[in-house]
């Protein structure tokens, strides 16, 4: 049974830092793309970053140069670095497993349960 648990959201200033963490279980991550959305009230889930099992990355335009994806296989978990953050960044972070077709990241079956990432002017 496959099992995504992120964790690491909360409340930030904008400007500040965050890092979550996606915790698999039932899937070997050396082996999978693994991607992370965010959802914000009144908003469809987007993409933010993505990574292969070769580890080619995608990352949104949206937060280029702000958020890292990367992942530790010998821990089974990806991680997101969110550094500068917004206002806008705002949402609910969801962690999925999936796939890569053609350098573009395939959303997948499985999801974790969210964690909320929210910032304050």
């Known amino acids: 049974q496959v099992k995504l648990v992120e964790s690491g959201g909360g409340f930030v200033q904008a400007g500040g830092s965050l890092r979550l963490s996606c915790a698999a279980s039932g899937i070997t991550l050396s082996s999978n793309a693994m991607g992370w959305y965010r959802q914000a009230p009144g908003k469809q889930r987007e993409l933010v970053a993505a990574?292969?099992?070769?580890?080619?990355?995608n990352v949104a335009d949206s937060v280029k140069g702000r958020f890292t994806i990367s992942r530790d296989n010998a821990k089974n978990t990806v991680y997101l670095q969110m550094n500068s953050l917004k206002p806008e960044d705002t949402a609910v972070y969801y962690c999925?497993?999936?796939?890569?077709?053609?350098?573009?990241?395939?959303?997948?079956?499985?999801w974790g349960q969210g964690t909320q990432v929210t910032v304050s002017s």
């Open positions: 990574v292969s099992s070769g580890g080619f990355t």
């Open positions: 999925n497993a999936g796939g890569y077709y053609y350098f573009r990241y395939v959303t997948g079956d499985y």
